[in-house]
């Protein structure tokens, strides 16, 4: 998650505040969440709809706090978010509370921060290096990438990359981009091949001979690239909700606020497990989601 680009001025500033969790406080654990993801008997199918047994069977994370952690506002507006896996798949869902529905960037690997979006990060074998990012906004649109160390450590992202097979479906409880009602939210169901989790060619952290030191101490964890977990291994995981103040405009909305030298993020930066700061590149806060057996019901 980077930021930011500029946006003309708006009119009416909306969707500042909201009924669920205005002035409420969020509390913070001590250390990173942490998630048992049952294994599926059957893959869900990726429609949108979280009907399906593997969902049913799966607990739901933790609401999403402020990215700041504890003394922060809580978010205005609940997400959350399940997860399930199989052989061949890696599944998500998220279900985001949403009295404003707002995307208009349609092309394959816009900067979809830049309105409002659901965003995963997934560290395979919790090193922080050699990681992935996937987001995801209401009109199904994918942003994908890859980064060999955090962006603070000289990480540079390679958009270029993408989840070959990856398959994403939303399902929206309103009308996009239509200021004259209050919608209800959306839903997202995302589906990862564990082939697709594999560093371009070359780009790998471990060909950076200022890694080598760490990666021979730390060879007996690392992850196989392209390879899925085991009953209980560990992953480090996070899921990101970026929310924008928003102005009605003629046919629609626009962002309210615009980063500034004083104020760069007026975005909202709401997170399953806290960073401490707003900065989502820190895979060592990152939850831990432990993959488990599962029975559906």
């Known amino acids: 998650m980077g930021r930011f680009h500029g946006l003309l001025g708006l009119a009416v500033a909306v969707g500042l505040n909201g009924p669920s969790a205005a002035g409420a406080l969020a509390q913070v654990p001590a250390e990173p969440r942490s998630y048992d993801a049952p294994s599926a008997a059957s893959p869900p199918a990726i429609d949108g709809s979280l009907s399906d047994a593997a969902w049913r069977a799966a607990p739901w994370t933790e609401p999403f706090i402020d990215i700041r952690g504890g003394g922060w506002p809580a978010p205005t507006w609940e997400t959350r978010a399940k997860i399930v896996w199989d052989e061949g798949h890696l ?48 009109l199904g649109t994918e942003f994908d990438l890859f980064l060999p160390r955090p962006y603070n450590r000289e990480g540079k992202a390679n958009v270029g990359w993408d989840m070959a097979g990856l398959r994403t479906a939303v399902a929206l409880d309103g009308t996009l981009n239509d200021p004259s009602d209050e919608d209800r939210g959306w839903t997202v169901e995302i589906a990862i091949p564990w082939s697709a989790l594999r560093p371009p060619e070359g780009g790998a ?33 996070n899921f990101s909700r970026v929310q924008w103040p928003v102005g009605v405009v003629p046919g629609g909305y626009r962002r309210a606020r615009e980063p500034s030298p004083g104020d760069r993020h007026p975005e909202h930066n709401w997170v399953w497990s806290p960073q401490g700061e707003i900065n989502m590149h820190i895979p060592e806060m990152w939850g831990t989601v432990r993959f488990t057996g599962g029975a559906e019901r």
């Open 91 to 138: 599944y998500i869902a998220a279900e985001l509370v949403e009295p404003h529905l707002w995307a208009t960037l349609a092309e394959r690997d816009a900067i979809l921060y830049w309105e409002h979006d659901f965003e995963v990060f997934i560290d395979p074998d919790g090193d922080a290096l050699d990681y992935y990012e996937l987001e995801i906004n209401a």
């Open 205 to 237: 952290a471990e060909d950076d001979p200022r890694e080598t030191d760490r990666y021979a101490t730390a060879e007996e964890g690392r992850h196989e690239p392209g390879a899925g977990p085991r009953a209980g291994d560990e992953w480090r995981i």
